[in-house]
T-cell receptor, first 115, second 114 residues
Framework: NAGVTQTPKFQVLKTGQSMTLQCAQDMNHEYMSWYRQDPGMGLRLIHYSVGAGITDQGEVPNGYNVSRSTTEDFPLRLLSAAPSQTSVYFC??????????????FGSGTQLSVL | AQKITQTQPGMFVQEKEAVTLDCTYDTSDPSYGLFWYKQPSSGEMIFLIYQGSYDQQNATEGRYSLNFQKARKSANLVISASQLGDSAMYFCAIWGAGSYQLTFGKGTKLSVIP
């Protein structure tokens, strides 16, 4: 059981380049999300989805794009990378039963540097 | 809106001693869940313990326990008999019943001294 799989683990971009961070889960979770982690800031939500075809913005959505065409996949797109997007990115998923005790399962993270 | 405050950026504890990591929260939801995650230097996020707002007893998971004081809006993590492998960042987080996200605090870096 793979859980939440993120690729790549590391990426270096030049300012203005675009890229897609991939995220897949095999737990049939309806809820998927992307967080970024910056030193001293904790984890902040970028975008989330509660099912295929449904996405919404989180706390820090600017500069990022998402789509959800299948239950399993939730890619995060950087359309024109900026140095401010240098961060560690986590994909996470959970069941969507309405209960508060559903824990978030995290991927292993992607360390992104934008030069 | 929901918010988590962790006031201890860093903590030191002697091996085999107990340590308490502080967490206070704010939410307008009457029903909510509180979570603690551990992030070792390798970077992965590891779920430790959960406390529901209507749970009558404090949650425990092995050496981890949660000191839940609802009136004070606090959910402190207690680690008993600290081990060197407990050295990590610890994040407190909240999920309100009406929310679409798990909101994290800024974390506490715990260092266990031999």
């Amino acid at each position: 059981n793979a859980g939440v799989t993120q690729t790549p683990k590391f990426q270096v971009l030049k300012t203005g380049q675009s890229m897609t961070l991939q995220c897949a889960q095999d737990m049939n979770h309806e809820y998927m999300s992307w967080y970024r982690q910056d030193p001293g800031m904790g984890l902040r939500l970028i975008h989330y989805s509660v099912g295929a075809g449904i996405t919404d913005q989180g706390e820090v959505p600017n500069g990022y794009n998402v789509s959800r065409s299948t239950t399993e996949d939730f890619p995060l797109r950087l359309l024109s990378a900026a140095p401010s997007q240098t961060s560690v990115y986590f994909c996470a998923s959970r069941g969507w039963t309405g209960a508060t005790n559903e824990k978030l399962f995290f991927g292993s993270g992607t360390q992104l540097s934008v030069l | 809106a929901q918010k988590i405050t962790q006031t201890q950026p860093g903590m030191f504890v002697q091996e085999k001693e107990a340590v308490t990591l502080d967490c206070t929260y704010d939410t307008s939801d009457p029903s909510y869940g509180l979570f603690w995650y551990k992030q070792p230097s390798s970077g992965e996020m590891i779920f430790l313990i959960y406390q529901g707002s209507y749970d009558q007893q404090n949650a425990t998971e092995g050496r981890y326990s949660l000191n839940f004081q609802k009136a004070r809006k606090s959910a402190n993590l207690v680690i008993s008999a600290s081990q060197l492998g407990d050295s990590a960042m610890y994040f407190c987080a909240i999920w309100g019943a009406g929310s679409y996200q798990l909101t994290f605090g800024k974390g506490t870096k715990l260092s266990v001294i031999p």
